[in-house]
């Protein structure tokens, strides 16, 4: 199942907040703002509020890392980034999409693919290797974003590319958060 799938399957009393539009720091802070004051209405688990808003963070940090680097011209603004969140039968799901280079494509669908290739020993394994070899690439990450979402959601992380022209491609990121969460990661 694709991601875009998992969006059409949601009714619309499912979704607790949508987004598409441009983004920016300020954006993406406030964003995250009214996300939190979503789940203290919806959920009454700490834990499981905890779990969902510290993956929403992860990803809207993924998005303004890559935001910055492509140009504004390339794309319409109003659908320059992608964001939902759900919930459906007490699991949460997010998904959000945004612009990447074609050229970041391979090296983002490797990674993705090994990520959910591991088992969650494993997964925590590479988060502490990568955490202490301290490399910080040029766009300001560590590379840990997608590692800590898996590690978080302790399921799969679902992807698709769509390739918009001959240097963008748009790429889309589903988690699912269970009501049922595995021991903490």
């Known amino acids: 199942m694709n991601v875009q799938n998992f969006y059409e399957q949601f009714q619309a009393e499912d979704i607790l907040m949508s987004y598409k539009g441009n983004a920016n720091g300020d954006l993406l802070n406030n964003l995250m703002d009214v ?7 919806v959920e009454p ?22 935001y910055g680097h492509i140009s504004i011209d390339d794309f319409s ?3 320059s980034v992608t964001f ?3 919930k459906a ?10 612009y990447i280079l074609n050229e970041e494509m ?3 669908k490797a990674k993705i693919d090994l990520i959910n290739s591991l088992s969650s020993e494993k997964l925590k394994q590479v988060y502490m290797e990568t955490l202490g070899n301290g490399v910080i690439s040029e ?3 560590a590379g840990l974003g997608l590692i800590e979402i898996a590690r978080k959601s302790g399921g ?3 992807y698709e590319f769509r390739l918009c022209n001959n240097h963008l491609s748009f790429f889309s990121l589903m988690v699912k958060i269970p009501a049922a969460l595995p021991a903490a990661a």
Do not use: C, M, T, W
Request: aromatic share 10%; charged share 25%; glycine share 8%.
């Open 84 to 86: 939902v969140l759900a």
């Open 89 to 98: 039968q007490g699991d949460y799901y997010i998904i959000a999409g945004n």
């Open 156 to 158: 799969k992380l679902f």
């Open 139 to 141: 766009k300001g990450g």
């Open 35 to 41: 996300v939190q004051a979503k789940l203290a209405e």
């Open 106 to 108: 391979p090296a983002l």
């Open 45 to 66: 688990k700490s834990n499981i509020k905890k779990r969902v808003f510290h993956i929403l963070v992860e990803i809207l940090q993924n998005i303004y890392h890559h």
């Open 77 to 79: 603004d109003e659908e």
